[in-house]
């Protein structure tokens, strides 16, 4: 059984920076995908980051620049560095992966099916 369990996340102010771990077990975790979602209150989630099993990545337009994902596979952790953070970047973030052996990264939430349990990301103005 895939397990997600993420660390990291809390209070910051804006322009701060934090990192958010998430910690795979329960398969060969470097054959997979890796991705970061969020959801703020009253909205949906939406795509942050992902990193694809040979590490190329790709980010969501308002985070680009900022955030950076990466991936220990000897550790079997997928960690969202966070910097010049913003009070739109606050939400729940969540670690997720697919299923299914994918090539690349992955943007869609649909195409994911293991889910952490998620971190709340505060950013004070």
């Excluded at 804006?14 to 077990?25: D, E, N, P, Q, V």
Aim: with cysteine; glycine share 10%.
């Amino acid at each position: 059984q895939v397990q997600l369990v993420q660390s990291g996340g809390g209070l910051v102010q804006a322009g701060g920076s934090l990192r958010l771990s998430c910690a795979a077990s329960g398969r060969t975790f470097s054959n997979y995908a890796m991705g970061w979602f969020r959801q703020a209150p009253g909205k949906e989630r939406e795509f942050v980051a992902s990193i694809s099993w040979l590490h190329s990545t790709g980010y969501a337009d308002s985070v680009k620049g900022r955030f950076t994902i990466s991936r220990d596979n000897a550790k079997n952790m997928v960690y969202l560095q966070m910097n010049s953070l913003k009070p739109e970047d606050a939400a729940i973030y969540y670690c997720t992966t697919p299923a299914r052996y994918r090539t690349g990264w992955l943007r869609s939430q649909y195409e994911y099916d293991y889910w952490g349990q998620g971190t709340q990301v505060t950013v004070s103005s």
